[in-house]
């Protein structure tokens, strides 16, 4: 592994700059040592990938196209190449150079041979994606070129989506001034915010209008990048035949909220700005493994949009509540609202807590509705407390930009496109300070966040946030089609408890249905740590002792319920199944909840309703 110290020596002796730190991180999360690497898009020296890297052979492929496509420039000026340095491109053909332990062929990876595939343990690709026009078929054939168990590594920016994604080459103007993408007037995204007409007019206020031409040209219409936005290359990589390890946005820029809004209604579908690259990890095997989060997000609508009214909840398992519902509650959804109504499924009065426990939310929706509440404060850290991790909130609310937010005698609290900056991670110093002086507890992300405009000049604030919490540390709920919950009285001894546990959770699993069925366990009167230790004997106790088979596909749900309040129980019955009545159970607290009136039966009678 790379030392400090070795980096700093390698960019030093090999004339390397982020070459060295990209091959360290692929040391760390993927190894390098021992193995046969493809170099997609780059020359990396025989000495440094031997000596430091400890592989067992290295073949680099870099395209001869991209030499070309910026010799009006002068050529490639970057470090870590050799093109520059030779003669005849002819003589680095695959035909005309048989593998060797360190190869280094001027081609592009789309026309890779057939007598390559499946030779190599790693492909190693580094600031190189950005430029391939070809994606798909580029990744087909890094695809063929792996063994069985192969991985693909890639780190590349920046991209088209990012805030210096026009890749401006090096340019001199006339009067010796130096321009990159790294030092330009260009502002940030203004590739994307201009017109070529309207670049050309704004670069002319900076250089001559010969060097502005040339930067239009190599801003919009050089082929030397292929001008793909990050759910391009998401999408991409989605097709191929690869199984996704690791996707990561990188080198995140902060982007101010105008010019967000801007970039979003410019390009409708787009929301990846910030970052300036991607890092990708993927794998040569035949199940794919997909964790993007706009398709956690697509996937959740797609879910919601399918489920079945005639048993509400149960196909999608979701948890979605639509908050201040009234009469208009979205089909599929928990309504909650203050006053009683047909579509009203839980009457609560949520200046106080929201009446479901924490981490048991996965979609929130509160149109018109968050401005009746007087404490945002308070209404931010109640929708982040029911959140489940990644959950997400669809929020609409009177702007005061318009007259809608003032007009209604009963809003009682003031909003803008600017108030959720203090929530959201976009914006660190507004969070930060909004966390340590005004009490908020959460974090969210922007999906999106926009304008809208109505009759009689009410304009509407139209946020689709992400609940940020670490899964490790929530413990969420889970729910399925049969929801079953139980009060154990804590104050018996643990002998008994675990008796009852133990039956209980038997009953279950042995249920023909058990892969349907999610058992929330209440926590009253006891330390939730101490439950966790109990549930995870009695489900130790069932494997081993008791030769219980578990199979993962078709197992029950155990869920401990961590509630703060009786309140919390209202949103949790329109879910609730039922209740197993147990000898010794908490039956002071289930009359407090008014869970009585949840239907109920005695182990026996589930146990005799399964055969």
């Known amino acids: 592994m790379l030392t400090q110290e070795q980096i700093q020596e390698c960019q030093s002796n090999f004339n390397l700059s982020y070459h060295v730190n990209f091959a360290h991180i692929c040391q760390e999360l993927v190894g390098l040592e021992n193995k046969d690497v493809l170099e997609v898009g780059g020359s990396l020296p025989p000495d440094f990938v031997f000596d430091y890297l400890g592989v067992k052979s290295w073949t680099g492929i870099e395209t001869p196209d991209y030499e070309k496509s910026l010799q009006e420039t002068g050529g490639i000026t970057h470090t870590g190449t050799i093109i520059k340095d030779i003669k005849n491109i002819s003589d680095y053909k695959f035909n005309n150079r048989p593998p060797t ?52 590594f890639s780190m590349f920016s920046p991209i088209w989506s990012a805030y210096d994604g026009h890749h401006l080459p090096n340019l001199v103007d006339q009067q010796g001034r130096k321009f990159h993408f790294g030092d330009s007037p260009i502002p940030p995204w203004g590739h994307l915010l201009m017109t070529p007409p309207e670049m050309y007019k704004y670069l002319c206020q900076f250089t001559d209008i010969e060097t502005a031409n040339l930067m239009v040209y190599y801003i919009y219409h050089s082929p030397h990048i292929n001008r793909l936005f990050t759910e391009d290359y998401l999408a991409y990589i989605n097709q191929s035949s690869f199984a996704i390890d690791k996707i990561d946005l990188i080198f995140m820029h902060p982007i101010e909220l105008e010019a967000k809004i801007k970039l979003e209604h410019l390009y409708p579908g787009r929301k990846y700005f910030q ?18 989060e706009q398709q956690k997000f697509d996937n959740k609508n797609e879910e919601i949009g399918t ?6 909840l149960a196909p999608s398992k979701l948890i979605c509540v639509d ?52 404490d945002r404060i308070h ?54 300070g ?55 009285d804590w104050n018996q001894s643990i002998n008994i408890i675990f008796e009852q546990m133990i039956n209980v959770c038997q009953a279950i699993i042995d249920h023909p249905k058990n892969s349907d069925i999610t ?10 740590e101490d439950a966790q230790f109990l549930l995870a004997d009695v489900l130790i106790n069932l494997c081993y002792d008791k030769n219980t088979g578990i199979n993962n596909d078709k197992f029950p749900e155990f869920n401990l319920l961590n509630i703060h309040s009786t309140d919390e129980y209202k949103g949790l ?39």
Not at 121 to 150: C, N, Q, R, V
Not at 276 to 289: D, E, M, T, V, Y
Not at 445 to 470: D, F, G, P, Y
């Open 101 to 152: 332990r360190y190869n280094f062929y001027l081609e592009n990876i789309e026309d890779l041979p057939e007598e390559y595939y499946q030779k190599y343990d790693l492909i190693f690709s580094i600031a190189t994606f950005e430029h391939i026009h070809k994606l798909p078929l580029a990744l087909d054939k890094m695809f063929l070129a792996l063994k069985p168990g192969g991985k693909l």
């Open 275 to 292: 970052n300036n690259g991607i890092l990708l990890i993927a794998s040569k095997q035949k199940n794919k493994i997909i964790n993007l």
């Open 307 to 312: 489920m079945d009214n005639s048993e509400p």
């Open 323 to 374: 908050l201040g519902c009234g009469t208009h509650k979205e089909e599929g959804f928990i309504g909650v609202d203050v006053i009683a109504g047909h579509q009203v499924d839980v009457i609560a009065d949520l200046n106080g807590n929201f009446p479901f426990p924490d981490n048991s939310v996965d979609f929130i929706k509160a149109h018109d509705f968050i401005e009746h509440l007087p």
């Open 379 to 432: 209404t931010m850290n109640e929708i982040w407390r029911i959140c489940k991790p990644d959950a997400i909130i669809d929020i609409s609310v009177p702007s005061t930009d318009g007259r809608g937010a003032f007009q209604d005698p009963t809003h009682v609290s003031f909003w803008n496109i600017n108030s959720f900056m203090y929530y959201c991670k976009e914006f660190p110093l507004y969070l930060a």
């Open 434 to 488: 909004c966390q340590s002086h005004y009490g908020f507890k959460g974090e969210f992300s922007i999906v999106s966040i926009e304008e809208k405009q109505s009759a009689h000049q009410v304009i509407h604030v139209h946020a689709v946030l992400k609940a940020i919490k670490s899964e490790e540390t929530s413990y969420q709920l889970n729910f399925k089609d049969i929801n079953l919950i139980i009060f154990p």
């Open 519 to 528: 058992l929330l366990i209440d926590t009253q009167k006891t330390n939730l």
């Open 573 to 611: 019955l329109p879910v609730l199944s039922s209740r197993i009545v147990l000898e010794h159970e908490n039956k002071e607290f289930i009359n407090q909840t008014g869970l009585e009136q949840l239907p109920s039966c005695t182990l026996e009678e589930f146990q005799n309703a399964s055969h």
